[in-house]
C-alpha cells in the first residue's frame, strides 16, 4: 500500500503536470478541499473544478515542497505554489494539510495569506517577506 505521504508527493506532482487525470486519481468520491478562507469544494467532481480553475488561471503552476510532516494518515506540506499569471511568477507561501485514507486523499485545506499574495501578484518586491 502507498504510504500518505507518497500520496501527497504523487499529487503535487500531479498539479506541476497540470494532469488533472492523475488529480483525480489520488481523490476519494467524498473528499473536501478547503481554501481556508473561501468556501470548501465538496466532493471529487467539485474539487476538481477547482484544481482545473487553478489549471486554466495560472502557467504554468508548480507545488515545491519545503518540508513534509507525516502523523498518521495526515500529512502536513510547507510548500511555495509557485503560479504565474499575467507574466507574473508568484511563489506563494502555502501549509498544506492531507488527509489520506486507503490510498486516497480525503480532505486537503491549505492556509496562506491572501495580502501576500495580492502584492506577490501585483509584483511587488516582497522578498524580504518569504521564507529563506
Known sequence: ??????VVREFCAAVDRKDLSAVEALLDNEVVYHNIGSEPAVGRDATLAAVKFQFDMFEPI???IRNLAT???TVLTERADVVTANGITAPVPVMGTFEVRDGRIVAW????????TGKLMA??????????
Do not use: A, I, K, Q
Open 71 to 73: 502523523d498518521g494518515d
Open 62 to 64: 508548480e507545488f515545491r
Open 1 to 6: 500500500m502507498t504510504s500518505p505521504s507518497d
Open 109 to 116: 485545506r491549505d492556509y496562506f495569506d491572501m495580502g501576500l
Open 123 to 132: 509584483g511587488e518586491n516582497v522578498e524580504s517577506l518569504l521564507p529563506g
